[in-house]
């Protein structure tokens, strides 16, 4: 990532901000799901609706897009796609980038039906931990150990 990347937004990206908006506000653990209600205001207040097409990336590649699109998924948001290498990407291929992102003024209608089989809880793992109808994997960042 250049430190460029940073400044820059592909034109008429709207900032979709996952670290302190797309998350439960409420808990005590960094990075919770959000919940239906916040997550539906949240979009709205970025335009979108039901008939949106909503590409995400990110200025590091494919890192924290792929959550945000897990959390489209997950509360029923069909047309979400991730660019792939993401605006480090864009820029190498030298792209057209602004500096600055699209500051929305219309309130989006989304229709939003959280899927709530797709996320399970400490609770559900502890009582399928020693079955075997799931696996369970720890994603591990080279980082990380």
């Known amino acids: 990532m250049t430190f460029l990347s940073i400044f820059h937004y592909i034109p008429n990206s709207h900032k979709f901000d996952l670290e302190s908006v797309f998350l439960d506000t409420t808990s005590s653990v960094p990075n919770a799901f959000p919940s239906e209600d916040h997550y539906t205001s949240s979009i709205h207040k970025l335009g979108i609706n039901d008939e949106s097409n909503v590409v995400i990336y990110d200025n ?34 030298n792209k057209p980038c602004k500096a600055e992102y699209k500051i929305n003024t219309k309130i989006g209608t989304a229709f939003i039906s959280m899927d709530p089989n797709q996320i399970c809880d400490s609770k559900f793992i502890v009582s399928n931990i020693k079955g075997k109808k799931f696996k369970f994997w720890m994603l591990v960042l080279k980082n990380d150990f």
């Open 60 to 93: 590091q590649g494919i890192y924290s897009s792929p959550r945000a699109w897990v959390i489209f998924k997950v509360m029923g948001f069909e047309n979400v796609y991730i660019l792939d290498g993401g605006l480090p990407q864009w820029l190498s291929e």
